[in-house]
């Protein structure tokens, strides 16, 4: 089983950058793909970003394609998500999650395993 904790989530005005992390521990990190997703207030969760066990591969929502990079340093076993010219509409709660199937990349919440307790974002106007 692994634990997820993020971290790195803030108050940044619209165009700034924020770099999200997210530590794993408890298990073999290595051998899960990961991906982050959001929610905001009233909405469903929703896929940002996801990357192989290996890094690399990587996929990502069409709203923050070429704004935002997700990586992955299985040394020390964390994910981030490397966040630019941010906007209001990124405003969220931001969550990592760890996916043990063999398929990566997957967008829908309830494929993944595991997640943490979550980061909130908000980018103001």
């Known amino acids: 089983q692994v634990q997820l904790v993020e971290s790195g989530g803030g108050l940044v005005q619209a165009g700034g950058s924020l770099r999200l992390s997210c530590a794993g521990s408890?298990?073999?990190?290595?051998?899960?793909?990961m991906g982050w997703f959001r929610q905001a207030p009233g909405m469903d969760r929703e896929f940002v970003a996801a990357?192989?066990?290996?890094?690399?591969?990587?996929v990502y929502a069409d709203s923050v394609k070429g704004r935002f990079t997700i990586s992955r340093d299985n040394a020390k076993n964390a994910v981030y998500l490397q966040m630019n010219s941010l906007k209001p509409e990124d405003t969220a709660v931001y969550y990592c999650?760890?996916?043990?199937?063999?398929?990566?990349?997957?967008?829908?919440?309830?494929?993944?395993?595991?997640w943490g307790q979550g980061t909130q974002v908000t980018v103001s106007s």
């Open positions: 990357i192989s066990w290996s890094g690399s591969s990587t």
């Open positions: 999650a760890a996916d043990s199937n063999p398929l990566y990349g997957r967008r829908v919440p309830n494929a993944y395993d595991y």
């Open positions: 408890g298990g073999t990190f290595s051998r899960y793909h």
